[in-house]
Nanobody
Framework: EVQLVESGGGLVQPGGSLTLSCAAS????????MTWVRQAPGKEFEWVAG???????AYAEVVKGRFAISRDNAKNTLYLQMNSLKPEDTAVYYC?????RGQGTQVTVSS
């Protein structure tokens, strides 16, 4: 059974940083590209970043230069380092593998 468990969200002031983690199990993590998506209140899901099996990242324009996606295949864990956070980054963040996603972790950027 595929399991994706996100953690690391919270309340942060504008300009602050957070690092999200996603612990994966139930599949061969090292062989699967992974992504982060987010959903702000009342809005559609938005793709944030993706990473290939060998660590090649890709980013949505709105987060490029501020967010960094990475993976540790030995730990079956996906990360999202978020810097220079803005109020518009407020959302529930999910890691995804194909059609699977976790329960999400809430990120709130507010003063």
């Amino acid at each position: 059974e595929v399991q994706l468990v996100e953690s690391g969200g919270g309340l942060v002031q504008p300009g602050g940083s957070l690092t999200l983690s996603c612990a994966a199990s139930g599949f061969t993590f090292s062989e699967i590209p992974m992504t982060w998506v987010r959903q702000a209140p009342g809005k559609e899901f938005e793709w944030v970043a993706g990473i290939s099996t060998n660590g090649m990242p890709a980013y949505a324009e709105v987060v490029k230069g501020r967010f960094a996606i990475s993976r540790d295949n030995a730990k079956n864990t996906l990360y999202l380092q978020m810097n220079s956070l803005k109020p518009e980054d407020t959302a529930v963040y999910y890691c995804t593998m194909g059609s699977n996603r976790g329960q999400g972790t809430q990120v709130t950027v507010s003063s």
